[in-house]
């Protein structure tokens, strides 16, 4: 009787024991499944200060027809024969290049400021690089269009549509350390028409209505992929997060 009774109780702590660790178990899974709180956004702590361009990335020669005339001559002064040389490359090629820079710069500002102050609500500054890798914007009556023809520099063919290549980096102002990176975003002008009421329309900032377009749709694609990246930890967003899907093309016929 006894041996019975010593079996019967050794047999209830077994079961008291695998219900114990039974519990354990799915206290321990249940902790596993609870969800990890989101980072917080840098956009919620910085405000947009400095907006700065850079051309160390850029590739050669940048050209934006509609201002290449203006540029020329106000460095060549009242010559024709030396606006003509400017244009041409043979000589004023840094001058030219250094002033292109300016005039680029100063159209792509104001459409990064328009489209990424709203996303920022902190007061930290943050200064925002627009890295230009490719500007190539040629008049619509130059040999492509007449002719067909392509054009090549340094062997290397060049854009048949105007087209603007940029990243963007987001650095704390203060420290100088980075924040966040959008890789190359690619914008091309393929001459598509805007139907009436179909997407919105660049703010006039700049003489060159193609440069002005293709600044303010890099702008917005910008914008986009920081505001659906700015609580992930993924420091490099791929150039297609900046894509908007839209009903209709922004394009403009300017």
Known sequence: MNSGFLYIGSLSGRLAIGILLLLISVFLAGC???????????LGTFTLGEITVSYAEAERPLLVA????????????SSALGTLGTRMGVINRQGRQLALEDAISANIKPHVRDALTPLFKGSRPARAEVVIKSVFIRSRFGLQQLTGAHVF???????????????LRLYDQQTGLPLQEIRPITRIDDGSITIMGGGPKAPN?????????????FARAAANALQRNAASGIFQIPAE?????????SQ???
């Open 205 to 217: 900032y700049g003489p060159a209505p193609r440069l002005n377009q293709l600044a303010f749709d």
């Open 32 to 42: 596993e499944t609870v969800s990890q709180p989101q980072r917080p956004s840098y």
């Open 241 to 249: 997060e900046g894509d908007m899907k839209t009903l209709w093309s």
């Open 252 to 254: 403009t016929a300017n």
């Open 153 to 167: 520099v340094n062997g290397k063919k060049r854009p048949d549509y105007p087209q603007l290549v940029a990243g």
């Open 66 to 77: 509609n201002l290449d005339g203006e540029i020329s001559q106000s460095l060549a002064g």
